[in-house]
T-cell receptor
Framework: AQTVTQSQPEMSVQEAETVTLSCTYD???????LFWYKQPPSRQMILVIR??????QNATENRFSVNFQKAAKSFSLKISDSQLGDTAMYFC????????????FGQGTELSVKP | EPEVTQTPSHQVTQMGQEVILRCVPI?????FYWYRQILGQKVEFLVS????????KSEIFDDQFSVERPDGSNFTLKIRSTKLEDSAMYFC????????????FGPGTRLTVL
């Protein structure tokens, strides 16, 4: 069975600085997808970024980028130029390459951006 | 931009009562999901639904739970006899047909069982 581990329960960063959130996963699959979702205090789940395992190039979305290390089964999220609105819980998630497509989530990292 | 909607936003019920949580997925999506999140914990998969049948369910999704797509637009989760431990946030999600497509989540329904 697949597992996702986020080893940092809480992190904080000063506004405008850069922060990296860690995620590791365990799987025997070769094809899969990885995601970072953001959950602000409203508790809505919002997609931040998505990575396809067969792509070597790291995904980027504006201030958000990932460092995908397939051999190490590591998928970290880097937030550049942190903003107060980035304060949220961040969940890493894994999805096998199949039709069902259920997401397996990590425990989450609570990020606080301080002014 | 199309979005997944859920009603109600908050449901309070007595233990042993039946509840139905409702979701309207994005209109051209064909895969539907329910997840739950107990306060302070991670999001857990409950069930996936495709072509009018359950495609996968977790061990949490026991006989007390059922899902239905009654009218081609709504997607419901029914809990027949609620327990205290069913108190959680319940999220509906949907995605298009392609394997690996992103799942889009609704805002969630907070269920409180007293």
């Amino acid at each position: 069975a697949q597992t996702v581990t986020q080893s940092q329960p809480e992190m904080s960063v000063q506004e405008a600085e850069t922060v990296t959130l860690s995620c590791t996963y365990d799987t025997s699959e070769n094809n899969y997808y990885l995601f970072w979702y953001k959950q602000p205090p409203s508790r809505q789940m919002i997609l931040v970024i998505r990575q396809e395992a067969y792509k070597q190039q790291n995904a980027t979305e504006n201030r958000f980028s990932v460092n995908f290390q397939k051999a190490a089964k590591s998928f970290s999220l880097k937030i550049s130029d942190s903003q107060l609105g980035d304060t949220a819980m961040y969940f890493c998630a894994f999805m096998k390459h199949n039709q069902g497509g259920k997401l397996i989530f990590g425990q989450g990292t609570e990020l606080s951006v301080k002014p | 931009e199309p979005e997944v909607t859920q009603t109600p936003s908050h449901q309070v019920t007595q233990m042993g009562q039946e509840v139905i949580l409702r979701c309207v997925p994005i209109s051209n999506h064909l895969y539907f999901y329910w997840y739950r999140q107990i306060l302070g914990q991670k999001v857990e998969f409950l069930v996936s639904f495709y072509n009018n049948e359950i495609s996968e369910k977790s061990e949490i999704f026991d006989d007390q739970f059922s899902v239905e797509r009654p009218d081609g637009s709504n997607f419901t989760l029914k809990i027949r006899s609620t327990k205290l431990e069913d108190s959680a946030m319940y999220f509906c999600a949907s995605r298009p047909t392609t394997v690996g497509d992103t799942q889009y989540f609704g805002p969630g329904t907070r269920l409180t069982v007293l």
